[in-house]
């Protein structure tokens, strides 16, 4: 037997000494932001740490020179408990996904939790998942990790995630595709000869009006979203356009619902292309899933909020919230049970993705929600491995939902 509220005692205390260096890693990752699939220093920081306090690392790690496996393992074996880093910031705007808070967030509850292993059973990790925003070849890191099998062995696995406000336990994510749409015209003059072009450029206008007009038809239930930016239109404005490339990205609650909609965008890209006298290539992406929610991880960090005193919305209002983003974690959820929360990051209300979102993670309020994240995980991860019947549930339920 365990006595597993001095445990989560002890693990707090051991949050707390080692609180300065991550604080001082989340600053100088958020102060020097790196794109997804380059994140050297950021990385190199992590691992660093993870190697100062005892973890056995391997890094690179799944083929990805900015990924990490690090490992410590308890007094016996027993459960295995994931905790997964991200590190990498949006073009732009830095770290205005907190993703500085995320990776020093997981670093710091495996370090805290590894300083009890000689009294807990089984094993805790903490991996470092690249590109999370799909940028470079690592795009989305986590699928491949979740198909070709990081997660046999691990029994639970969570992250946390900072955003303006009030804290969540957790929260649907939509499943999303990206289409990439190449139009392909004939160059001319654009006054004197412009007869004898063909415009790639209104190609793309007309498909992007095209899928603009059937919004109105989209499903209401199953939370469907498309939007798209055009990421070449031409050289100059004298010369009629030969080449114009759209990017769209179609979400949905409803996994099944996706190849509707991107039928629905490469119809409208066709039928604008036929039109404008235009070819028209496109390509998608592999794509992200909806996450599978899992009852008894959230009421386990539900209670680690409470223990901790942290303000949380009531999960009931959180429940009927639409689901606003994806993310690569919810691929995560269809191989080995795992939640998300969210932790609030309390300033001066700005969205997400913004650099004023950015600056607020370098603020007390952004220690503050270090501070949360890494005792929610830390606490959570010794009642996974001092409760075998929790872990049942949380397995039990994962299983019923899988099918």
């Known amino acids: 037997m365990y006595d597993t509220s001095k445990l989560k005692t002890s693990v707090q205390t051991e949050a707390d000494k080692i609180f300065d260096e991550l604080k001082k890693a989340k600053d100088v990752i958020g102060k020097n932001p790196e794109l997804g699939s380059e994140e050297e220093k950021s990385s190199e920081i992590l691992v660093t740490l993870l190697k100062k306090h005892g973890f056995e690392v391997e890094y690179p790690f799944f083929g990805m020179h900015t990924a990490f496996k690090a490992v410590k393992k308890g007094k016996k074996s027993g459960p295995v408990v994931a905790i997964l880093a991200e590190y990498d910031a949006l073009p732009g705007v830095g770290h205005g996904c907190g993703h500085n808070i995320i990776g020093t967030s997981g670093v710091g509850a495996g370090i805290a939790v590894g300083k009890l292993m000689d009294e807990l059973p089984g094993e805790?990790?903490?991996?470092?998942?690249?590109?999370?925003?799909?940028?470079?070849?690592?795009?989305?890191?986590?699928?491949?990790?979740?198909?070709?099998?990081?997660?046999?062995?691990?029994?639970?696995?969570?992250?946390?995630?900072?955003?303006?406000?009030?804290?969540?336990?957790?929260?649907?994510?939509?499943?999303?595709?990206?289409?990439?749409?190449?139009?392909?015209?004939?160059?001319?003059?654009?006054?004197?000869?412009?007869?004898?072009?063909?415009?790639?450029?209104?190609?793309?206008?007309?498909?992007?009006?095209?899928?603009?007009?059937?919004?109105?038809?989209?499903?209401?239930?199953?939370?469907?979203?498309?939007h798209g930016i055009v990421t070449e239109g031409g050289l100059a404005s004298n010369i009629i356009p030969d080449r114009a490339v759209l990017q769209f990205g179609v979400r949905s609650s409803d996994d099944t619902y996706i190849p509707e909609l991107v039928e629905m965008v490469v119809n409208s890209a066709k039928g604008a292309a036929l039109a404008t006298g235009c070819t028209v290539e496109y390509t998608t992406s592999t794509g992200l899933k909806s996450n599978i929610l899992n009852k008894n991880l959230e009421n386990l960090f539900q209670r680690m909020f409470e223990e901790l005193d942290h303000e949380y919305m009531d999960p009931v209002k959180a429940a009927i919230l639409p689901p606003g983003g994806s993310t690569d974690f919810a691929d995560v959820t269809h191989v080995v049970p795992g939640i998300h929360p969210m932790i609030g990051i309390k300033t001066t209300p700005v969205p997400l993705h913004s650099k004023p979102f950015a600056d607020a993670t370098l603020t007390p309020a952004g220690d503050d929600g270090l501070e949360v994240g890494i005792k929610c995980l830390a606490m959570a991860t010794v009642e996974v491995m001092t409760k075998p019947d929790l872990l049942k549930e949380i397995k039990d339920e994962f299983e019923s939902k899988r099918l």
Do not use: C
Request: hydrophobic share 45%.
């Open 124 to 226: 805790v990790w903490v991996i470092g998942t690249p590109a999370e925003e799909g940028h470079g070849p690592y795009g989305g890191s986590k699928v491949r990790m979740a198909e070709q099998g990081v997660f046999k062995d691990v029994d639970v696995s969570y992250m946390i995630h900072p955003m303006p406000g009030v804290s969540s336990v957790s929260g649907n994510f939509l499943a999303v595709t990206g289409v990439k749409l190449v139009f392909s015209g004939k160059t001319a003059h654009a006054a004197a000869d412009a007869h004898n072009g063909q415009n790639a450029l209104n190609a793309a206008m007309v498909t992007y009006m095209a899928i603009h007009a059937n919004r109105q038809q989209l499903r209401r239930d199953a939370n469907a979203v498309v």
